[in-house]
């Protein structure tokens, strides 16, 4: 229902945020979804800036595992769109079909016990609820 | 609401579960949820069985992933007990608080591009739809 | 934080509906939805009406089988008061310890396969789309 | 696969909601929804009297902002026939781009931080639960 | 996006899941669910062991009753494959339209009034926490 | 289970945000919310300017309206902190009782029809498809 905004109908600002995508992912393909959030300038530039520093930007969990990630929660909130985009994404980053088969298979588990535990009202053990320690963080000598 | 079956009170077959889960996690804990499922042994021995073998078992997802994409699935079902005992369980294995940090960004992110793809109805590109390729199986020569 | 409505404190409208609860339930407690819902007595009314009619009223499905349902629903909104009362419910309805047990193994599966399905984004098969056949309603000769 | 029931084939009772829905709309056209309800008379009418109310009576709050609450709900249900419907209401009502927009944005982010705060398991701050004064109601002087 | 593995093609441990359901179910029919997660072996014997034991195996809850418990979750979770293959599976189990209207006016309720009281956050009465009583288990003499 | 990182223990970058949420809200209270997002600096930063701006910037959408929004969203993710926060945050920003109730009324109404349609698989009516018209956007004469 959404129109898409193809790039030679796009603003500027529009353009400089698909000149992004394409030259951050080496690709000259722009997908659906940022030709619907285009509809709405802000929300296509907020949501790109922090797709890229999410999902693609330096941090301690490989990229391939959050894509993986994404997958279970899109499978959770059961967005079409999103579980077909990652699951694409995960393959073309190297997820293996036996990793894809092991990935279903946590999620489908974690699926089923959720859903005991949540019809049981299991209470939680003790040590689950222990903090883990809060000291307060020094950043100069 | 569910009463929690304690050891001293458990059948033989709950018992052996139990030895089972404390030989394999080599504690000698059992967490609540087991206690709810010993209501009915068969529930106990299915569920056991299966988080022993999706969770534990030899694979080619590294065991803290599994927990990863775990808490991702609970905290999508809102499961308040598998939340808290699958974070205790990411820790215990090693996550760091960066990458708990990170883990949540790549949550939080997905629930909303989840949910304005959602209601942007985005029309699937099509190469997402390509099959990977499917070749018969064989097992023998 | 929503106040709870007790009855020497109601208005005669909602005097009225708890009246009808404790008559239509032989009962002389109203449980604490039905005080919540009293701050806005056409909610009350509505709801009340609907509740005495689709989980008590004439049927073809068996009252405790409703519960069921509606165990099964609660379960997979994780709704904390309604999982409460309904099982409590279904238990005073006579469902045994082994139903329950049965109940919770069929809603834990369904949350598996549909995970599992909603993942794999399966085709529907064609026979599972055919209408049943749907003649012209006639109520007079 | 429920079928649809169209008007000329429809019982007295079903034709007396349609002309209900097509007089209160000032339409001559009946979406699917009812003609899908229609297979269960008793739900048609049960359903069409609580939407005409709650969505179309007269309320304090505008009915354009209740066709946004309404689509708010849907695309975290993820009801695709609802999300598609009542965004072409709340068009239909005055809903402007830029509204959408917004409207889509605060969506995103409670699902944001929905996410975030259910996996921190945040403890509610005692100011949220204190209640609203609750005094008795008094319909006479 | 997930290959069907046809009989044809399949590998001989997959073929038996295949010739085990056609028994099983007295068809000469596999539907698609099975052939996606063919992929993957493990999952395909793991889950139709399940599934033919929890949803056919002896039990004291009405095999349409399981069905129909199953479209209720499947409703709620909104696995749109799982809804039509499970309401055609109840409706040639003997669901009437009567039943399954009737059914879909609980699950109805039951979302309404999940919403309700989670908004609310209704406090749960004590008379709902009570534990049934739990004995020590003894399976011998 | 997450520690709260109060003003002293805090880190100046961590201060910086609090600071700031304090000046904007006009209060010298720091809900725990912040407080939790405080382990992770960035995550802080992030979330807070976008709650900043879309629940707080200038916009077409009355911000009680967007507290009614966020809640609507909230219910539906069954996510308690953020229903306690955001409910109480729409009853300073004026929220009547009525209003509320009527919020709750199309909450309700919208999760009960969801399930419905989402039940009976309603074809979606062509006219709910038609695109608003797209224009190329031009921001120069």
């Known amino acids: 229902m959404t129109p898409l905004i193809e790039y030679d109908q796009a603003s500027p600002e529009v353009r400089a945020v698909y000149d992004d995508i394409m030259a951050t992912r080496q690709t000259d393909y722009i997908n659906n979804m940022w030709k619907a959030l285009a509809n709405h300038p ?20 490989d990229p391939l ?6 997958i279970a929660v899109s499978v959770a909130n059961n967005c079409d769109y999103c579980i077909h985009s990652h699951t694409a994404s995960a393959f073309a980053k190297g997820m293996t079909k036996e990793q894809y088969a092991e990935l279903l298979a946590v999620v489908g588990m974690a699926f089923e016990t959720n859903a005991l535990s949540t019809a049981f009202k299991v209470p939680i053990d ?16």
């Open 42 to 61: 802000p929300s296509l530039q907020r949501t790109w800036a922090r797709v890229k520093e999410i999902m693609g930007g330096p941090g301690t969990i």
């Open 65 to 70: 595992v959050r894509e993986m990630i994404y």
């Open 126 to 141: 003790p040590q689950f609820l222990v903090q883990t320690e809060n000291k307060p963080k020094e950043d100069k000598p």
